[in-house]
């Protein structure tokens, strides 16, 4: 089960042009960012964003 804090994250994340926007937004580093949707997808057992050098794209499963 995943928490709102969670949510809100992800929706961040979503949104956001790259890992840096997002951490940007989120006020944290891109690590930070980095790491906490890699616990995100373990828990959920599932890839949310296929990342790749500065481009993110969300998978089918983190775009439903």
């Not at 949510?7 to 979503?14: E, H, K, P, S, V």
């Not at 926007?21 to 890699?38: F, I, W």
């Not at 995100?40 to 499963?61: A, K």
């Amino acid at each position: 089960m995943i928490s709102t804090e969670d949510l809100r994250f992800f929706i961040t994340l979503a949104s956001a042009a790259s890992l840096a926007d997002a951490a940007r937004n989120l006020d944290v580093t891109p690590p930070a960012v980095t790491q906490r949707l890699r616990l995100l997808e373990t828990r959920l057992g599932m890839r949310l964003i296929d990342r790749s050098g500065r481009r993110m794209v969300l998978t089918d499963e983190g775009g439903l």
